[in-house]
């Protein structure tokens, strides 16, 4: 493979690894020649080229097919440990030199993965735009006049410009999403607390989130199914919960879009123009859209940074922040030093209104499955940003800075290019646990758009197989009573079931009407060989597994729960009937139907 064109998304890797025409070895020297120099700024620390040539060697004759991210090199922001290599959070007086690499950054290694070093950010974690660091600037990936985006700026940089396959970031307001938007690449923000924070400087520990960037967002998926193990050692750790309805992948779902006079382009008409198209995009995909108020999210961002949450970033850094106080770059000394002016009852009160503020914000999920909004209305120059840093922050935040307080999951997805050869993105969001709908629907923006992988105007690979967080869901075939719209439905709404598909058992059943009722139902039996037999018309429904058992508990003899073979030969959980209760009863196979029977009286 010429290394021009060698690919460092995860699939494309993955296959040359498998077809013998790459090797890890081969990669790490063609990435020691990409990262030779940096006029990006991109990095803080790059690990020596013998250290990282072991880690290549450490993966001879290990089995790829047991390691997920074999060969696959990564980076670092540097507020996350990597044992051994110094960890500054962006200020060389602050800087420490751990032990141990973080909890998530030893689970993608023992992965196979490969640390190639650790990347620049906005000191402490603290800006969306990248500007500020004693490492300088860093650049965009497309236009080194313009700001990357931040904190995670390095890490962004990094991805985009082909050094690394993907990156860890931290995201707090936006960090994890507005560098991804600016760089043209998918940057998942997961559930708070499914990524371990152990090894992790934290900016304000009760919000943050370690974050993903990567070329696609079936990659983005692949990496968070690896990253996402439960660490006991972290206080805010979540075990991966299901998700429920996979609306990333149905064909109809409900898309909730902010009011025209809500959306903030900040002047950039042409970011509004690639939004627009990317409604149209999500609508050709199946999402229904669904108009709602954004003013109760833009409300609770202004929490953020007006009231007492910037004193836990004061908190995270105190002994060193009262010892050193000329350390931090001037912009980072006022906002965390401000930090001061709050009391404990000021975090009580505005503890109080951010409960309040997400039982607002959270009864549009009544009404849609997610959300969409601009990842960040525009961009800056580096030199308009440090002309007026906080008043342009401030800006890339309007539709992130909101997500972390309502403990909601997000992933920014490229959305196309603006006249000036800048990318443009935009942000799908949906309540907790809902990371595997989101990066399913990402990949469906992604390829609908058809993008270019980040700043290398290499073309996306083709669809893969890729490793899938679980839905926590089971589906049920029904065929009588519980059919929607019959008397037994309840039993499945009222657990928060959803009709899945129509369809058709395979032809080897029969269907018997059972004395007895109301309500009346049906038996259904697999026909003896033999004796003939038909195809029955079935609902498919998901429901939640927690609420499976209390389902089949309630389920009367002689029916009960069963595995039924499907038209197209696949097997799915449903409704059977003891063959001793259909003795005597009617045989109505040849109506093909619960539904049909009923019609004929």
């Not at 001061?340 to 039982?359: F, I, S, V």
């Not at 059972?514 to 018309?537: C, D, F, N, Q, Y």
Request: some cysteine; proline content about 7%.
């Amino acid at each position: 493979m010429k290394p021009d064109t060698l690919s460092l998304d995860i699939a494309s890797l993955g296959a040359a690894y498998a077809a013998g025409t790459t090797t890890p070895a081969d990669v790490i020297e063609e990435i020691l020649r990409r990262t030779a120099d940096d006029p990006y700024n991109a990095w803080i620390t790059r690990l020596p080229a013998a250290q990282v040539r072991e880690y290549a060697r450490a993966l001879n004759g290990r089995d790829r097919a047991s390691l997920p991210l074999y060969g696959m090199p990564f980076a670092i922001k540097d507020n996350i440990d990597l044992a051994g290599v110094p960890t500054t959070a962006g200020c060389r007086e602050y800087a420490y030199t751990p032990a141990h690499s973080a909890f998530v950054v030893q689970r993608l290694i023992d992965a196979g993965a490969i640390p190639i070093g650790k990347t620049n950010l906005d000191q402490f974690a603290t800006g969306l735009n990248g500007t500020r660091s004693p490492w300088g600037a860093c650049r965009n990936a497309f236009n080194p006049a313009f700001i990357s985006g931040g904190s995670s700026s390095g890490s962004a940089v990094a991805v985009a410009k082909g050094y690394v396959s993907f990156a860890l970031g931290t995201d707090t307001a936006g960090s994890g999403r507005v560098p991804a938007a600016l760089n043209n690449l998918v940057g998942h923000k997961p559930t708070l607390g499914w990524l371990s924070a152990s090894g992790v400087v934290p900016a304000c520990r009760s919000l943050d989130t370690v974050s993903i960037f990567a070329l696609t967002a079936e990659d983005a998926e692949t990496v968070t199914t690896v990253a996402a193990a439960f660490d006991a050692a972290d206080a805010y750790a979540r075990a991966v919960a299901g998700h429920g309805f996979d609306f990333g992948s149905a064909a109809s779902f409900r898309v909730g879009v902010p009011r025209a006079d809500q959306l903030a382009f900040f002047g950039n008409a042409e970011g509004q123009r690639l939004y627009e198209a990317s409604l149209q995009r999500i609508q050709a995909l199946g999402g229904v859209a669904v108009e709602l108020d954004l003013q109760p999210f833009l409300d609770t961002a202004r929490l953020l940074y007006e009231g007492p949450w910037v004193a836990e970033r004061y908190a995270a850094i105190r002994e060193f922040f009262d010892a050193h106080p000329e350390a931090p770059l001037p912009v980072i000394r006022d906002i965390i030093g401000g930090a001061k002016k709050w009391q404990a009852a000021d975090a009580y009160a505005y503890g109080y209104q951010l409960k309040a503020a997400k039982r607002r914000c959270d009864a549009v999920w009544q009404h849609v499955d997610c959300v969409v909004t601009p990842t960040a209305g525009t961009a800056y120059t580096i030199a308009a940003m440090q002309s007026d840093p906080i008043r342009l922050n401030s800006q890339l935040g309007y539709y992130t800075n909101f997500m972390n307080l309502l403990d909601y999951a997000a992933t920014a997805v490229p959305a196309g290019f603006q006249a000036d050869g800048l990318p443009f993105g935009v942000t799908v969001f949906a309540p907790a646990h809902q990371d595997g709908p989101l990066l399913r629907l990402a990949a469906r923006l992604q390829r609908a758009l058809g993008s270019t992988l980040g700043a290398t105007a290499l073309p996306l690979p083709a669809p893969a197989v890729t490793p899938r967080l679980p839905s926590g869901q089971v589906r049920v075939a029904v065929c009588g009573a519980h059919l929607a719209g019959l008397p037994l439905n309840g039993q499945l709404t009222s657990r928060g079931a959803r009709l899945i598909a129509v369809a058709s058992s395979a032809p080897e059943y029969k269907l018997y009407a059972l004395p007895g009722g109301p309500p009346h139902k049906p038996g259904m039996v697999r026909a003896a060989p033999g004796t003939g037999g038909g195809a029955v018309e079935l609902e498919v429904w998901e429901l939640p597994a927690s609420e499976f058992g209390s389902f089949v508990a309630g389920i009367p003899a002689p029916l009960g729960i069963g595995t039924v073979k499907q038209a197209d030969g696949s097997a799915v959980q449903g409704f059977v009937c003891e063959a001793a209760a259909v003795a005597g009863a009617q045989d109505i196979t040849a109506f093909g139907g619960w539904r049909a029977y009923l019609a004929r009286g």
